[in-house]
């Protein structure tokens, strides 16, 4: 889990200014509502970057799943549950750019920490509080800059009960789901079915933790309920298997496989 990932790096100060890379532009389109509304022009240019810091991250060997899913799917629109400090979208936009992709990414996340960064040991230092509040939104925007992924990830700073329900009134939709905000076997199930009709067709869901036993339950239950597949790969991965990912498979170092139930403990 991302709280896990960080407990003994610091950050660092990141003072020089880096160039700044302008918002994805295409042709006018159905997300034009969300993102002239939420994230004008001026939405990253208008930022005080004084108190933007960056983190150094590993990945946990997850980068083959983020790169198959791309490259299979091509999604030109990414939506992110539970980003934490940036550091999967950054590695999910780096992957776009290689592949001549102008994918924009919307990240979800109150940027306020969860229940077990308040509960679980000294998880709480991960925060890194200034004045009471997390930093986490400054560790996630300086290592955007640092990445130079600005203009192509937006922080979209609400829960994820509120973020689909603006993302159905403006009518928003994606091609690529990443969950991977609450851990409870609830908040899962009603992530899945808050997003899963925010995909366009031939979209994919796809979300992490799925060692963590609510996550795979959850994961398992919906899957049976809208009629999926249910793929695991590296034991982490979780995803709801379409014809386009069928006829497209996995290499072989991810482990993928199709669970009918979560590991055995």
Known sequence: ???????????????????????????????????????????WS????????????????????????????RPETIVELGSWQGHSANHMADICKAEGLD???????????????????????????RNGMPTILEAFLGNTVARGN????FPFTVDTA????????????????YVDAGHAYHQVVDEVHG??????????????????????RAAQDMAK?????????????WVFMTDRLMQNPAPEELGFEIRTEPYPD
């Open 195 to 216: 997003y899963l009709p925010r995909l366009n067709e031939g979209g994919v869901m796809f979300g992490d933790d799925y060692y963590f036993e609510p996550v795979a």
């Open 150 to 153: 600005e203009g192509r990830i």
């Open 1 to 43: 889990m991302k709280f896990l990932d960080n407990i003994f790096n610091k950050p660092k100060l990141k003072n020089e200014q880096a160039t700044v890379i302008p918002i994805v532009r295409r042709n006018p389109g159905p997300n034009d509502p969300f993102f002239d509304r939420i994230f004008p022009d001026n939405f």
């Open 225 to 237: 309920h809208y009629g999926f597949s249910l793929g695991v790969l590296q034991r982490r991965k």
């Open 46 to 73: 208008s930022m005080d970057r004084s108190r933007f810091i960056t983190h150094e991250h590993s990945m946990l060997a997850d980068e083959p799943v983020f790169e198959w899913l791309i490259k299979t799917v």
């Open 103 to 129: 994918s924009r990414i919307v990240c979800v996340d109150t940027f306020l920490g969860g229940p077990e960064h308040w509960v679980l040991g000294d998880t709480i230092e991960t925060m890194r509080r």
């Open 162 to 177: 509120t973020g689909w329900q603006v993302m159905r009134d403006l009518g928003f939709k994606a091609d690529l789901i």
